[in-house]
């Protein structure tokens, strides 16, 4: 059985270093080179075994979603990452199981040129802590607080399938195989928004990616911002595998399910022309589903839905 050292080698320490890795893995510590004129973005994200991901989910599965969330964190900077850190806490050295997690890692880093500059490994219960870094021009990054009052709010991609997948999963919903596929996929890979994000970061006044429930979210945008939004839950995009199951419970599903990765931002309407233009142009999937309205406390679904929950939390 290989040992800690050997197996970081084999797995962890990648070939092709981009020039800003001064030094990676195999040292104390890690030296990187800075860009100029740029600012730091970084980010922390841990997913335990069956807390964040089910206990069977595959090695593959789980080293992709553990870089797509921390990617997604980046994107609603609008940050370009640049390099992560992996802090690994295993049960056993199974090699298989190592094998397909390094590539589900690679994979989807080679996807979004971020390079692995180090880590740490340890034994214990399943867990994996990524931390990522990026970087955004100087005083330009997203921020969840500077939505005003007026701006239109979009969103990305469809809501609601990834909590459909987990609902499959927990066998608590039933969908035809091929419907079911897909929203189990999304559960699994979700795919991060950062291409989206490098067209966006000019025009929006604000951005948060979804991942505790589109509500949720915005809520966060509202708190920060000091605002309230109407929401035209008619425009909510739904997917094909959502459309065909009950409207109210589909809608249940988008505005509060976890673990879209989706991005929301908002937008000074006179932007919107631009943004369209864009959109049109490169098949942008993203869609007008309310505005910021300094008048209103909170958030109004409009036309109304009932919910039975606000989005996922821990600790409650
Ligand atoms: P130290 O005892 O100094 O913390 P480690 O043995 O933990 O050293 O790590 C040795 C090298 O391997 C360091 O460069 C560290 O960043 C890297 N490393 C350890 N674990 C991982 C991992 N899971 N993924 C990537 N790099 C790792
Ligand atoms: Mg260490």
Same mark, same amino acid.
Request: charged residues 20%.
């Given at each position: 059985?290989?040992?800690?050292?050997?197996?970081?080698?084999?797995?962890?320490?990648?070939?092709?270093?981009?020039?800003?890795?001064?030094?990676?893995?195999?040292?104390?510590?890690?030296?990187?080179?800075?860009?100029?004129?740029?600012?730091?973005?970084?980010?922390?994200?841990?997913?335990?075994?069956?807390?964040?991901?089910?206990?069977?989910?595959?090695?593959?599965?789980?080293?992709?979603?553990?870089?797509?969330?921390?990617?997604?964190?980046?994107?609603?900077?609008?940050?370009?990452?640049?390099?992560?850190?992996?802090?690994?806490?295993?049960?056993?050295?199974?090699?298989?199981?190592?094998?397909?997690?390094?590539?589900?890692?690679?994979?989807?880093?080679?996807?979004?040129?971020?390079?692995?500059?180090?880590?740490?490994?340890?034994?214990?219960?399943?867990?994996?802590?990524?931390?990522?870094?990026?970087?955004?021009?100087?005083?330009?990054?997203?921020?969840?607080?500077?939505?005003?009052?007026?701006?239109?709010?979009?969103?990305t991609g469809t809501?609601?399938?990834?909590?459909?997948?987990?609902? #499959?999963?927990?066998?608590?919903?039933?969908?035809?195989?091929?419907?079911?596929?897909?929203?189990?996929?999304?559960?699994?890979?979700?795919?991060?928004?950062?291409?989206?994000?490098?067209?966006?970061?000019?025009?929006?006044?604000?951005? #948060?990616?979804?991942?505790? +429930?589109?509500?949720?979210?915005?809520?966060?945008?509202?708190?920060?911002?000091?605002?309230?939004?109407? #929401?035209?839950?008619?425009? #909510?995009p739904?997917?094909?595998?959502?459309?065909?199951?009950?409207?109210?419970?589909?809608?249940?599903?988008?505005?509060?399910?976890?673990?879209?990765?989706?991005?929301?931002?908002?937008?000074?309407?006179?932007?919107?022309?631009?943004?369209?233009?864009?959109?049109?142009?490169?098949?942008l999937p993203i869609t007008?589903? +309310?505005?910021?309205?300094?008048?209103?406390?909170?958030?109004?679904?409009?036309?109304?839905?009932?919910?039975?929950?606000?989005?996922?939390?821990?600790?409650?």
């Amino acid at each position: 059985m290989a040992d800690e050292f050997s197996l970081i080698k084999k797995y962890f320490t990648w070939e092709k270093s981009p020039i800003s890795v001064e030094l990676g893995v195999g040292d104390d510590a890690a030296i990187l080179n800075t860009p100029n004129k740029k600012q730091l973005v970084t980010s922390v994200d841990t997913l335990i075994s069956g807390v964040h991901f089910p206990k069977e989910t595959d090695a593959h599965a789980i080293a992709h979603k553990a870089l797509a969330v921390n990617l997604s964190d980046l994107a609603a900077m609008g940050a370009d990452p640049a390099w992560f850190t992996l802090s690994l806490t295993l049960p056993s050295i199974d090699e298989d199981w190592l094998s397909d997690f390094s590539n589900g890692l690679k994979t989807l880093a080679e996807q979004h040129n971020i390079f692995l500059i180090g880590g740490d490994t340890s034994q214990g219960v399943l867990s994996i802590t990524i931390q990522v870094m990026g970087f955004v021009d100087t005083g330009k990054a997203l921020l969840r607080s500077k939505a005003n009052h007026g701006d239109k709010i979009y969103v990305t991609g469809t809501l609601g399938d990834a909590a459909a997948g987990l609902s #499959i999963l927990q066998n608590n919903l039933h969908l035809e195989p091929e419907d079911a596929a897909e929203c189990v996929s999304q559960l699994e890979y979700p795919q991060p928004r950062n291409a989206i994000s490098r067209l966006i970061r000019g025009f929006a006044s604000s951005c #948060i990616d979804i991942s505790d +429930g589109m509500m949720a979210d915005l809520q966060h945008i509202l708190d920060t911002s000091n605002t309230g939004a109407i #929401i035209n839950t008619n425009n #909510i995009p739904l997917s094909a595998a959502l459309q065909k199951i009950d409207t109210s419970k589909a809608l249940e599903l988008a505005l509060t399910g976890g673990d879209d990765y989706e991005l929301l931002f908002t937008l000074k309407p006179i932007k919107e022309h631009q943004l369209m233009a864009i959109a049109e142009k490169r098949n942008l999937p993203i869609t007008c589903i +309310g505005t910021i309205d300094d008048g209103i406390e909170g958030i109004k679904l409009d036309p109304t839905v009932k919910l039975s929950q606000a989005g996922f939390q821990h600790f409650t």
